[in-house]
């Protein structure tokens, strides 16, 4: 637990859809995640483009054509991938609160601890697209922290509950990408409370 510790929490808006999964198929969900069109699409744009900025520079037309050709086949797997867009447009924007090993989210849903859930998020500063799996370590009824929540608040508040969830094996370089999202995110809101003050 201590581990989980380390990491900054950070307020921030992210697309996200998630769905509840059974432990027996935990496994086969992971490998579903770890193995779609959209992370494999992500994880070879980002290979791609380390390489472009080594052959910039030695060969800056060779790195034009690559860009072009890049395009190309982008436009192509929308077309013959309408599914993936789908599934992206499909995402919520919703408030959460996010590290780089859990998030915590409202909904009207019950969830019981110990639940997973298949996680498919976007991090919208950077546009990333994360897959992940979640434990649920709990679900909050809303409703009973009156102490800390205004009248008004809780009149405003559309969902009742607060599910808060674990990532389970997530990979180094997601983990990285979390953890540098979270930074960014956590820079960009002290500039902008500088700006107000």
Do not use: W
């Not at 307020?11 to 996200?16: A, H, N, P, S, T």
């Not at 919208?124 to 679900?139: D, E, H, P, Q, Y």
């Not at 009973?144 to 674990?166: A, F, H, P, Q």
Request: proline share 3%; glycine share 2%.
């Amino acid at each position: 637990m201590e581990e989980r510790r380390r990491y900054f929490r950070v307020d921030d808006e992210i697309g996200l859809r998630y769905r509840v999964i059974d432990i027996a198929e935990k496994e086969e969900a992971f490998s579903h995640l770890k193995d779609s069109n959209v992370v494999v699409f992500q994880r070879l744009d980002e290979a791609l483009a380390n390489q472009l900025e080594i052959v910039e520079n030695d060969l800056p037309s060779a790195a034009v054509a690559i860009r072009l050709l890049q395009e190309k086949v982008d436009i192509i797997a929308a077309e013959l991938s309408p599914n993936d867009k789908l599934i992206i447009d499909q995402l919520e924007i919703i408030r959460v609160n996010i590290s780089a090993c859990g998030l915590a989210f409202d909904t009207d849903e019950v969830i019981a601890p110990d639940s997973y859930l298949a996680l498919d998020m976007n991090l919208l500063l950077s546009g990333k697209r994360l897959m992940v799996l979640a434990r649920v370590i709990a679900c909050d009824d809303l409703s009973k922290r009156s102490s800390k929540i205004s009248t008004d608040e809780r009149t405003n508040m559309s969902r009742s509950l607060r599910i808060r969830v674990n990532f389970e094996s997530v990979p180094p370089k997601d983990q990285e990408m979390l953890v540098q999202h979270v930074i960014q995110r956590q820079a960009q809101q002290l500039q902008e409370r500088r700006r107000t003050d």
